[in-house]
């Protein structure tokens, strides 16, 4: 009997309480619900990243509890009530994504760097041959920009859909699998 089952890859998103869509700012992190209904807002997302603006997952639940304190971290304005961090946890089924748009990079070659480089500066949707529009999904390792340096044992997988197909299409009943309970709000 095969051991491979194709079963759902589980990736995680690290963020803060203030960013979860249909949460009303729980005063302790014990009041989060346990399921979250989440759409990634792509308007909403961070221009200038390894792959572009997008919605980003890891399949590394320490990387996640990283990527959420960096988000409390660099949260600069003033907020009401506390402020701490929180990793979404997803299952994906691996048909649906099979059937996107894909772009992956399995390691540093020069054309992961130019691919970084580009999205980094700001160029258009991810330069694609004769066609204006993003990857669906890209997948690849983390980058120390500006320096050609990666982050050991870490992966990215970030979402680039527009509607009407969006990350919420395929990534199936988010769940809340970390909460920073800590003081400061961090893991």
């Not at 990736?11 to 979250?36: A, E």
């Not at 572009?52 to 990283?66: D, I, P």
């Not at 580009?118 to 529009?133: A, I, N, W, Y």
């Not at 320096?147 to 009407?164: K, R, V, W, Y």
Request: contains cysteine.
């Amino acid at each position: 009997m095969p051991a491979w089952k194709n079963g759902n890859l589980t990736v995680y998103h690290g963020t803060d309480n203030l960013q979860i869509t249909g949460i009303t700012r729980p005063l302790i992190p014990s009041q989060l619900p346990k399921s979250v209904p989440f759409k990634p807002n792509l308007a909403a997302c961070r221009p200038f990243t390894d792959f572009g603006k997008g919605f980003y997952t890891t399949t590394s639940l320490h990387q996640a509890k990283q990527w959420a304190n960096a988000r409390v971290r660099r949260i600069l304005a003033p907020h009401t009530g506390p402020q701490f961090a929180v990793v979404l946890g997803f299952e994906v089924d691996r048909d649906q994504l099979a059937a996107l748009n894909a772009l992956v990079f399995v390691r540093d070659t020069q054309d992961y760097w130019d691919f970084v480089q580009d999205c980094r500066l700001g160029f258009p949707p991810h330069q694609r041959s004769g066609v204006k529009q993003y990857y669906d999904v890209v997948y690849g390792p983390v980058a120390l920009w500006p320096s050609q340096l990666l982050i050991q044992n870490c992966d990215q997988i970030s979402f680039h859909m527009q509607a009407p197909s969006t990350p919420s299409t395929y990534l199936l009943k988010p769940e809340v699998v970390a909460c920073a309970t800590a003081p400061g709000g961090l893991f």
